[in-house]
């Protein structure tokens, strides 16, 4: 069901080779991975799959059948074995016994720890009786944007009879619960022949007696959603057809690196948050019709997905022909007040005496006519996984629309579930956010030695990083090693030459676009060189000038536009030198531009305070390891002037030192973060030196 669909089918990828290699919990493993490594079967952390397996019970020897189902906040997409919930069958079966009706249901996800097999940690999901009280061994819950299209009519009942006949079921909207596992568990009492139901504004619910036959039945009953709805959209308008046409590639970024630090700026303030734009095909078709405002301000159906971006998404009024930015951002401001009191006057139409406080009222999805989508959030994955639920919900719209009237789920229901006490309690297990969580820093020279850092260091602390660098194979290299240990999501790079004017500019720019902003730059390119002053070329002076100087400036200038433009303050980091400090003979070009950098830093701090712009200055000494300067000419040099052997180097240095110590890129980094981090809120204008002690370089 995509924009332009060519008719394709979600692929049946099962593997019978590999499959009789597993065991019943590892088939259900397999089926999950499988289900949810196709977005259009079930979002991120979306649905749920169970097994009823057969185990012998550790304590009676008596084999016992064992419920494994998807445990509480799980991805069946990326899930592993210990990312199942296992509950004695038996023992949920006597929850029903204790049940005392649909007012107290929530009491009961209390009871499921009581039913635990085998001491598993993994906390069971309220999604547990779903799967517990339905008499089949293997059951898919999935959200399918087909199926749910269906799902968020207004006759749903009546088309999910058209498409499917008895084989497929209809069940009206009802909360995820106990309640609804007991009337699941009727459903398929009474309808023996049934392979599963469609859960009105919610889902699907298929069935099987094998792992196999399970994954096929979802398979095939998606398939044919599908294939229903390319029959009756066919020749039809989306969206009620285009109002206006997307804007080239180009500009839309444009509008999106403008757009992105003026949101941020205006709802970054209680918490950092970070940015995700997507102007795929399907966005740009929501965004550019007819409809988009009468659908948008209905509201998702499907929990999962308002759960992710707020009950409706903000609409921001721009006409892409006129390409007017500057009226679009005069305008931002009362978008982004209007939003926030119509979601308080939400709350509080809808607030029972004991709902949660009002959460952040901020829009998550802000959707641009002939631009795309722009979703914020505290981290870049979530961002961008709300991002594609919203793309899901699109994707809804468009076929429900296009068949019937689409509806979205009731508000006071919507606000059930958003404020729910089960799911409030969920929020207040999540993990303490760290330090630079929503922040997103820029290292020049990022594939470097100490560059990669200060990365790892900012990226180990909860920052997007990106890489800045002239090395464009050092820098993939970096990406991939930082990808693997920290995820995709949290690092970017940009081929930048710090000298080139345009290159700085444009590459702030995709940073932007790529995390909407930016709160941290760390100017550390570098280069060195040593001769006799009598042998210093003009080239090489140029060259030192040109990077540590002039390069330090432009990277310093863009980050001030933008810092300025969010209004949310901003640090900056300069790694000068211990030779900024302390003349160095032979080497009057490289101490010259490390001596500019500082003072540079000094008027930037001047200049920042007032907008609460932090710059400060970190210099190393003698940092051999993992450094490219140190690799090349420099090193040769600097053993010559020291008549000792370049193997030699570290350990001369390190007895110069005043504590007799080498220094890491590591340390260099521990440094940097302590001046980009809030640990240092109070601190600008500084310079700490990370040189083991030096005492010409003493700042006193």
């Known amino acids: 069901m995509s924009a332009n669909s060519d008719g394709s089918r979600v692929r049946n990828l099962w593997d019978k080779a590999k499959a009789a290699t597993l065991d019943e919990p590892g088939l259900l493993l397999y089926r999950s991975n499988l289900l949810g490594s196709d977005k259009r079967i079930t979002n991120y952390g979306g649905g749920n799959t169970s097994a009823k397996v057969t185990h012998r019970d550790p304590l009676t020897g008596e084999d016992v059948t064992v419920l494994w189902v998807k445990g509480s906040g799980g991805d069946v997409g990326t899930i592993k074995l210990d990312g199942f919930a296992t509950l004695y069958q038996d023992k949920l079966n006597k929850l029903r016994d204790i049940y005392r009706g649909e007012a107290h249901e929530d009491e009961m996800v209390g009871y499921l720890p009581h039913c635990t097999f085998n001491l598993n940690p993994r906390a069971a999901s309220i999604d547990t009786p779903l799967h517990a009280y339905l008499p089949y061994r293997h059951v898919d819950h999935m959200h399918p944007d087909a199926v749910i299209a269906i799902a968020a009519t207004e006759n749903g009942r009546e088309i999910t009879s058209q498409v499917y006949g008895d084989e497929i079921g209809w069940l009206e909207w009802r909360r995820p619960g106990f309640e609804l596992g007991l009337e699941l568990s009727r459903f398929a009492a009474e309808h023996p022949d049934a392979k599963g139901v469609v859960l009105g504004s919610h889902g699907l ?15 095939r009953i998606i398939n044919r959603a599908i294939e ?3 029959s009756e959209l066919s020749g039809k308008p989306a969206f009620g057809g285009e109002a206006v046409a997307s804007m080239p590639s180009e500009k839309r970024r444009e509008v999106a690196g403008k757009l992105m630090p003026a949101i941020r700026s205006h709802i970054g303030t209680a918490e950092a948050k970070v940015g995700h734009f997507d102007d795929s095909a399907a966005v740009l078709e929501f965004v550019g019709s007819k409809n988009l405002r009468s659908l948008a301000a209905l509201g998702t159906s499907c929990p999962d997905h308002f759960l992710r971006t707020k009950i409706r998404p903000l609409v921001l009024d721009f006409d892409p022909a006129g390409g ?3 009226t679009l951002l005069v305008g931002l401001e009362s978008s982004i007040a209007a939003y926030r009191a119509d979601y308080a006057a939400y709350y509080e139409r809808c607030r029972h005496d004991n709902s949660p406080a009002i959460r952040d ?8 006519p002939g631009v795309g989508m722009i979703s914020f959030a505290k981290d870049k994955a979530t961002a961008r996984i709300a991002g594609e639920f919203y793309v899901n919900a699109i994707n809804v719209m468009r076929g429900a629309s296009g068949v019937d009237t689409y509806q979205g789920l009731p508000e006071q229901e919507a606000f059930d579930i958003e404020y729910w006490l089960l799911e409030e309690a969920k929020l207040q297990r999540m993990p303490k956010a ?4 929503g922040r997103v820093a820029l290292v020049t020279g990022g594939a470097g030695g100490i560059g990669r850092a200060i990365a790892a260091r900012f990226l180990s602390e909860g920052a997007c990083v990106v890489l800045a660098d002239i090395d464009a194979s050092a820098l993939e290299s970096a990406k991939a090693d930082f990808a693997k240990s920290f995820g995709s999501d949290q690092v970017r790079t940009v081929n930048m030459n710090v000298t080139a004017e345009g290159e700085v500019a444009k590459s702030f720019s995709d940073a932007v676009v790529e995390y909407g902003g930016l709160d941290i730059l760390v100017s550390n390119a570098g280069i060195a060189s040593a001769s006799p002053v009598e042998d210093t070329t003009l080239e090489i002076w140029d060259k030192n000038i ?10 310093s200038r863009e980050a001030f536009r933008l810092f300025r433009r969010q209004k949310l303050g901003g640090s900056i980091v300069f ?4 030779n900024g400090l302390a003349a160095s003979a032979g080497a009057s070009a490289y101490c010259t531009a490390k ?5 540079l830093a000094r008027c930037l701090a001047l200049e920042g305070a007032e907008a609460g712009i932090r710059v400060n200055t970190v210099n190393p000494d003698a940092v051999l390891r993992g450094s490219k300067i140190w690799s090349g000419e420099w090193r040769e040099q600097r053993a010559a002037s020291s008549r000792i052997e370049m193997s030699e180097l570290e350990e001369h240095y390190r007895n110069r030192s005043l504590l007799k110590r080498s220094v890491f890129p590591e340390d260099i980094a521990e440094a940097v973060y302590f001046f980009a981090s809030d640990i240092s809120a109070k601190s600008t204008g500084n310079i700490v030196n990370v040189d083991a002690g030096n005492a010409v370089s003493f700042t006193r």
């Open 205 to 219: 619910f298929t069935w099987g007696d094998t792992a196999e036959e399970a994954y096929e039945t979802t398979l």
């Open 228 to 230: 229903w709805f390319e």
């Open 324 to 326: 007017d930015i500057d």
């Open 361 to 368: 009222p901020n829009a998550v999805i802000y959707l641009v």
């Open 434 to 437: 760290k330090p630079l969580q």
């Open 546 to 555: 040109s990077i540590l100087a002039t390069g330090y400036f432009l990277v």
């Open 575 to 578: 790694i000068s030198s211990k």
């Open 595 to 599: 001596a500019a950098e500082i003072h």
